[in-house]
């Protein structure tokens, strides 16, 4: 005798296997979809959901394997179910078969594939956490039937010359980092984004790009007579002086300047006693990159050091203070040469030739290149392909860039006009000379 299954009974069967099914994807889709660094995060903290999710997903051929084992039975019984209903109900022919096969898979492609998926990608932490409690149980239960289907794909992977357990979960590079601080939003305060990504910076920068030119470094000099020293050491800026005698590559030390006021007090007084109390300089080579050069103060205990080329001579001078700018900003204080109110007058602004691009594109917002060279003057100089005369211009993106003075074979002033936003940009490096 045959035994009939009430109506009832086949329909709840039916939605428990279309939730069943709606189970699995959601939480394929979730579990795939969180965010490493907040699991991480929330692992941290203790949460039980997290430490299972994070638990899942470091087996994750095992998670996938009883994820699609059983979203696929489910799907195959509601196949069959449908199939079997409308075959009694309505009759055997092709037709029935057809609208049957019709109507499961516009329930499973609707019910139970988009709109669980849609979910689970966009709530994915609320979804995976709780979701991992009954995954971890049906794992266990699953798992003989998953080991031997893992089994099966191991052997048609290595058949195929791919091999699973050389993939290993991919290490986030510098530009991935710095993408995800780019797009975290709301989540940061644009102050801390902004020393993060300046903190990433500093591996692809210089000591040459942070240092203060060659020429704008304020030293002493032994060979000045001893007002002249007097004068300048009372006056002077900075607390340390690189101190050389005749030329700037004869370096002989660096003068702590509080110790070298006590001297001042005496009547006699000359090189030799500022020789006594020199320290030894400390030299960095060209091209050190700016994060190594952090490391370097710190474990050699300085602040400051000359940048010296293959030859020995100096290019310039780096300090701790110049290197944590580049993190953090300007400070409010300025140095001797340096210009405080850099900042666009009426779409003009005037500046010394011998200003970083760097700076210039930090404080200014322009969008000078930095591959080629270092200074406003270098890239007049690399653009004109020679020392050029007053009343020289080039236009250079947006902007403008009109020479003012030339003086001892160095451009001394610029001016940079930005052009309004309507007339078209000209290609960098077009020269213009002015009547």
């Not at 979809?33 to 994750?60: I, P, W, Y």
């Not at 860039?401 to 451009?411: A, S, T």
């Amino acid at each position: 005798m045959e035994t009939v299954i009430p109506f009832w009974l086949q329909l709840l069967a039916l939605l428990l296997l279309m939730l069943l099914s709606a189970f699995f994807s959601i939480s394929e889709t979730a579990m795939m979809a969180l965010n490493r660094f907040r699991l991480g995060h929330l692992v941290r903290e203790g949460r039980r959901g997290a430490v299972l999710a994070s638990k899942l997903l470091g087996q994750t051929e095992r998670l996938l394997g009883t994820i699609l084992l059983g979203n696929n039975l489910a799907n195959t019984a509601l196949t069959a179910i449908v199939t079997a209903m409308a075959i009694r109900y309505f009759g055997d022919n092709d037709r029935v078969i057809l609208a049957a096969t019709t109507v499961v898979a516009v329930l499973l492609i609707v019910f139970c594939e988009i709109t669980p998926k849609v979910i689970g990608a966009t709530f994915p932490e609320r979804i995976a956490l709780p979701a991992s409690y009954p995954l971890n149980l049906l794992m266990r239960v699953l798992s003989p039937a998953v080991w031997a289907v893992n089994l099966l794909v191991g052997r048609l992977l290595r058949m195929a010359g791919v091999s699973a357990e050389a993939q290993k979960a991919p290490s986030v590079s510098l530009e991935e980092l710095r993408t995800i601080v780019l797009e975290s939003g709301g989540f940061m305060p644009p102050k801390h984004r902004s020393i993060l990504l300046n903190l990433l910076d500093l591996e692809q920068i210089a000591v040459d790009d942070v240092m203060v030119p060659r020429h704008r470094i304020e030293a002493l000099d032994l060979a000045t007579d001893p007002r002249g020293m007097r004068e300048q050491l009372a006056t002077c800026f900075h607390n340390k002086l690189p101190v050389f005698e005749g030329e700037i590559n004869r370096v002989v030390g660096m003068l702590h300047v509080r110790r070298a006021l006590a001297l001042l007090q005496h009547e006699s007084f000359d090189a030799e006693d500022l020789r006594a109390i020199l320290t030894e300089p400390y030299f960095v080579p060209s091209g050190t990159p700016v994060f190594r050069q952090l490391q370097f103060f710190q474990e050699n205990r300085q602040r400051i050091g000359l940048v010296i080329d293959e030859y020995g001579e100096v290019l310039g001078l780096v300090t701790l203070e110049d290197i944590i700018e580049e993190i953090i900003g300007e400070f409010t204080t300025t140095a001797p040469g340096g210009d405080s109110s850099l900042q666009w007058v009426d779409d003009e602004v005037v500046v010394d030739g011998s200003a970083p691009l760097r700076e210039l594109n930090r404080r200014l917002g322009t969008a000078f290149a930095l591959e080629g060279p270092r200074t406003l003057n270098g890239l007049l100089l690399e653009t004109l392909r020679e020392l050029p005369e007053a009343a020289v211009s080039v236009r250079y993106g947006p902007l403008v860039i009109e020479i003012q003075q030339i003086e001892d074979r160095l451009i001394r002033s610029v001016r940079l006009r930005r052009q309004p936003p309507g007339l078209p940009a000209a290609s960098a490096g077009d020269a213009a000379h002015s009547p």
